[in-house]
């Protein structure tokens, strides 16, 4: 129940955000957004700061584009080299530390999942509702959907050689830990994934961009020793199939400007204030 509350929650946040967008040269006010959410302001301060860890004004701010400059140029030299000692809390390099990739086969791969068992079932997020689906060996697809037979179909279509059952299981609920606000339990989680080297590659250096940071398109590809590849590496970013936990989200343009996402561009936004959200109150010892 607590969980599709977070998801309520985070539909009426996500229009909200949209609402600020599209409004932002007016400077709404909180009344003004909790009137477009149709809930009174007082709620939506409440609302808001159990959802996010933080005040809507606060929140707002992470989505704006001087904060995501601010990142970027923070992340210049040592992005892809933080450590627990550099004054980032323990929760930065989450990703890299709990989730383990491995690639598909030649034959997995070729023949569309001929050989596999896909188990997939729909669960509730704090981002709305979200498609798991596994293979044997780990999970092959997180993927934020409204629509969870347009999920399943683009499923089919990715592997449509494999075997399907609507079964939950318990690497999913491995994944659905990392939206939790409290990371200290954690299980490792393997990765079970159709992509060529290269996406693989690019998947696995994204690991590595600590939680309420960002990096540019060409940060990526110079670390994967590829500065000409930031297109190439744009490719295999939007080609990404496992939301949140392959970091996508924490790719932007150089300029600051958020660029696309997969799952919609609202969304990224509330990932990376939400995550900038955590990670600044934790480092301050008020989360």
Not at 131 to 160: H, M, N, W
Not at 162 to 178: D, I, Y
Not at 187 to 213: C, D, M, N, S, Y
């Amino acid at each position: 129940m607590e969980k599709l509350q977070h998801m309520v929650n985070y539909e009426r946040i996500a229009s909200a955000i949209a609402f600020v967008q599209q409004h932002f040269k007016e400077q709404p006010s909180l009344s003004d957004i909790a009137g477009h959410v149709h809930i009174s302001p007082e709620h939506f301060q409440r609302m808001f700061q159990e959802w996010a860890g933080t005040s809507p004004k606060k929140f707002l701010q992470y989505i704006t584009l001087q904060h995501a400059k601010m990142l970027l140029s923070e992340g210049k030299n040592s992005l892809f080299e933080a450590a627990f000692d550099t004054g980032l809390s323990s929760t930065s390099r989450l990703h890299d530390l709990f989730i383990k990739i491995e690639g598909m086969t030649p034959a997995e791969y070729k023949h569309g999942g001929r050989s596999l068992n896909l188990t997939y079932a729909y669960y509730p997020t704090p981002f709305g509702n979200t498609l798991i689906a596994s293979t044997e060996k780990g999970i092959c697809a997180v993927a934020f959907e409204d629509d969870a037979g347009e999920a399943l179909r683009q499923l089919r279509v990715k592997y449509p050689n494999a075997s399907f059952a609507h079964k939950e299981e318990g690497m999913h609920q491995a994944v659905l830990t990392f939206f939790n606000k409290d990371w200290d339990n954690l299980q490792e989680i393997k990765l079970h994934l159709r992509g060529t080297t290269f996406q693989l590659k690019v998947w696995e250096a994204l690991l590595k961009i600590p939680a309420g940071k960002l990096a540019s398109y060409q940060q990526v590809a110079e670390t994967l020793h590829h500065k000409r590849a930031s297109r190439a590496v744009g490719n295999a970013i939007g080609s990404n199939p496992i939301a949140y936990l392959i970091p996508c989200h924490r790719v932007i343009q150089t300029s600051g400007v958020l660029g696309g996402y997969r799952w919609g561009t609202v969304r990224k936004k509330a990932l990376i204030a939400w995550e900038s959200a955590l990670t600044l109150n934790n480092e301050d010892g008020t989360l």
